[in-house]
């Protein structure tokens, strides 16, 4: 433990040193917060929450801006084969019922993985 503490900065090291014998002494470190310190941890609380909804918002503004450009994508390249095959019908048939299978299966409950469809209780 020495080692460690010399290692340290003094500046810390006063820091360490204090807080170890506040320990030793078994006193809570809430007995050690004073009056003026309650303010800056409630603002500090706050900007925290803050930030994380701002994190999240943007999250989901991404995923949702991820899942729409895939979604095109996923358009434009079905139409093509629609294009290239339509002189083949029974070809094309199979084509449309397995995309709607799909769709179907990813709106009943595929894209949960993926947070759509859930609310904010069940969190």
């Not at 020495?2 to 006063?14: F, I």
């Not at 014998?21 to 809430?30: C, F, I, N, Q």
């Not at 310190?37 to 991404?62: C, F, G, N, T, Y």
């Amino acid at each position: 433990m020495l080692n460690l503490l010399d290692s340290l900065p003094e500046r810390d090291k006063a820091d360490v040193l204090k807080f170890l014998m506040v320990v030793k002494d078994k006193k809570s470190l809430e007995d050690l917060m004073i009056p003026e310190h309650v303010p800056s941890k409630i603002e500090a609380d706050r900007q925290k929450v803050e930030l994380e909804h701002k994190d999240k918002a943007r999250k989901q503004i991404l995923v949702s801006i991820i899942a729409l450009t895939a979604l095109l994508g996923l358009m434009a390249i079905i139409t093509i084969v629609l294009l290239v095959y339509s002189d083949q019908p029974d070809f094309v048939e199979k084509l449309i019922y397995s995309i709607g299978g799909a769709v179907i299966g990813a709106l009943s409950g595929g894209l949960a993985g993926f947070n759509f469809g859930k609310s904010k209780r069940g969190e």
